[in-house]
């Protein structure tokens, strides 16, 4: 498979779409239809509560959780700069970094807003875990060619269009027929778009907006005024360009929406939307469906026989490079440096592919040349200009350590695709047996002799049971003598591993009539003659 392609899963409850590059997955996008994202959705909100030592305000938007509004993000702050989070248009970006900055320099947030005054806002970033969605009131709205920006006056082109003389065409056109007060960025699409596609696009835009805002006069505060395109039509609007070969999709309902877009919108590549009808489905034919699950572990080899090792974090993620089985030919350092070229790139592609985000640290093995060090971190840099996620790279360190830090605008793909254990509890480890049996040793020794009867039950796992009485064996037998009483050890199926009760025979029989512990899955305890401690399960 060569080429770059467009693959789409839409058969199901769920939109998936694949770009592959060259026979690579390099990014992968999902959305499924009962949670829909809201990034890029207008809204008529209404202010909730405003924040003057954090600067910024909550906003009801209609959503689950008040959304956040910088007061950098709010029209009149003192910086008339779009906000719109398209990461191909780098020109427009605004990292959340400078935010304070630009907040000492312009107004307060308590200058500017009040609780319960209704402003228009946009959605910049989908909610994340805890946090709900960042909002702006810079409206932006993305056609194929233009991004509008009805309340600012500015003309931008894309970084990416890289020729002066096609960059001042596109400004010379879009100067010519945009209105007074209004701004528009060029996308890179529309490198060598006709002055009537332009035309066409603006006039489109700008008649959005009008009726986007009779729709926000008419509507209630904290109600939608207008929604982007679904994943599927912004897939396509956005990332069906000339470099991309097919776009193959395997719902016959979907194909016939995207070849109507496709024909109104951008009929120079009608030709290249396909229908799948393999007999597999198409992310199995494609390969695709492997490389996502890749994409979901920690620990990925590099074809020399080196590994990089994931730890995706509350604060920032981390990358650990390691040799492995990669022992080279001449020197070490040469295998060093070799192994660690090589980890830049597929550091690079995992990043965008995991749509990882926020503060990343990579721990690059360490070389003691200059030199080395010189000639891996521009590896580095070369393999990030491949993503349209805006990224901020520190140079090695002495100890091999680059910081970094990437544009985030939706949650990566293993919060997307997983949840936390719920055996763990998200922790990634459990006691092991070892200490649960001397925990339940220490805490029978520390409270067995409240028992006032001569026999003591232990309730535990079936495999903690099976420990006490054959590897601890011994030890359990020091602690009856050491009580004067016998102990016995019942197994619990429904247990946790890490769960247990140490009750008086009368207690576990009382238990035990009545079908199981009231406790289980939740604590740890000891009873007494009917009288229990709860003791919070470790």
């Known amino acids: 498979m060569s080429g770059n392609l467009l693959v789409v899963n839409a058969d199901g409850p769920e939109t998936r779409v694949a770009l592959v590059e060259n026979g690579i997955l390099s990014e992968l996008f999902i959305e499924r239809k009962r949670e829909r994202g809201i990034v890029g959705n207008i809204y008529k909100g209404r202010v909730v509560r405003v924040l003057p030592g954090m600067q910024a305000s909550f906003v009801d938007i209609g959503t689950e959780k008040a959304a956040f509004l910088y007061v950098a993000d709010v029209r009149g702050a003192g910086d008339e700069r779009s906000l719109f989070a398209d990461e191909d248009e780098r020109e427009v970006q605004e990292e959340p970094q400078v935010d304070q900055a630009r907040a000492i320099r312009g107004q307060k947030i308590e200058n500017l807003l009040r609780e319960g005054q209704e402003v228009l806002v946009q959605v910049a970033k989908e909610p994340m875990g805890t946090k709900g969605a960042r909002v702006t009131t810079y409206v932006s709205l993305p056609g194929r060619h233009l991004v509008f920006m009805p309340g600012v006056d500015h003309v931008g082109i894309s970084r990416r269009i890289a020729s002066e003389k096609e960059r001042k065409r596109l400004r010379d056109i879009v100067e010519a027929h945009r209105a007074k007060g209004t701004g528009f960025i060029v996308r890179t699409v529309a490198e060598g778009a006709s002055e009537q596609e332009l035309r066409d696009d603006m006039d489109f835009l700008t008649k959005l907006w009008r009726e986007t805002l009779r729709k926000s006069e008419r509507a209630k505060p904290a109600s939608l005024v207008y929604s982007d395109l679904d994943l599927l039509l912004r ?167 680059v910081e970094m830090t990437r544009k985030r605008t939706r949650e990566s793909l293993s919060r997307t695709l997983t949840e936390p254990c719920f055996y763990c509890e998200g922790k990634g480890y459990l006691k092991s047996k070892t200490t649960i049996c001397y925990e339940i040793l220490r805490e029978l020794r520390r409270q067995g002799g409240a028992v006032k009867e001569d026999a003591v039950v232990i309730a535990c796992h079936p495999e903690i049971a099976a420990q006490l009485q054959t590897v601890d064996k011994d030890f359990l037998e020091e602690t009856e003598k050491r009580l ?55």
């Open 235 to 401: 897939s396509v609007r956005d990332n069906l360009t000339p470099e991309v070969d097919r776009l193959i999709i395997d719902s016959r309902t979907e194909y016939d929406r995207v070849h109507k877009f496709v024909a109104a919108f951008m009929p120079q590549f009608l030709g290249r939307v396909e229908l799948y009808e393999g007999t597999e489905p198409i992310f199995d034919g494609f390969g695709i469906e492997v490389e996502i699950d890749r994409a979901l572990e920690r620990k990925v080899w590099l074809k020399s026989g080196g590994y990089l090792i994931y730890d995706e974090g509350e604060a920032l993620t981390a990358i650990d490079v390691n040799t492995g089985r990669f022992v080279g030919k001449k020197n070490l350092e040469e295998t060093i440096t070799k192994n660690n070229l090589e980890a830049c790139r597929e550091v690079a592609d995992q990043l965008r592919l995991r749509n990882i985000g926020g503060i990343i640290v990579v721990d690059f093995i360490d070389m003691d040349r200059e030199s080395n060090r010189e000639k891996v971190w521009k590896a580095f840099n070369e393999a990030l200009q491949r993503d349209r996620a805006k990224s901020n790279v520190s140079k090695i360190s002495e100890l091999g350590l």
């Open 484 to 538: 004067q009483k016998r102990v016995q050890i019942k197994g619990r199926g429904s247990f946790h591993i890490e769960q247990y009760e140490i009750l008086g025979k009368k207690a576990a029989e009382r238990r035990k009539g009545k079908g199981g512990s009231e406790e289980e899955g939740n604590l740890n305890s000891i009873e007494v003659e009917g009288e229990q401690e709860d003791r919070p399960a470790r």
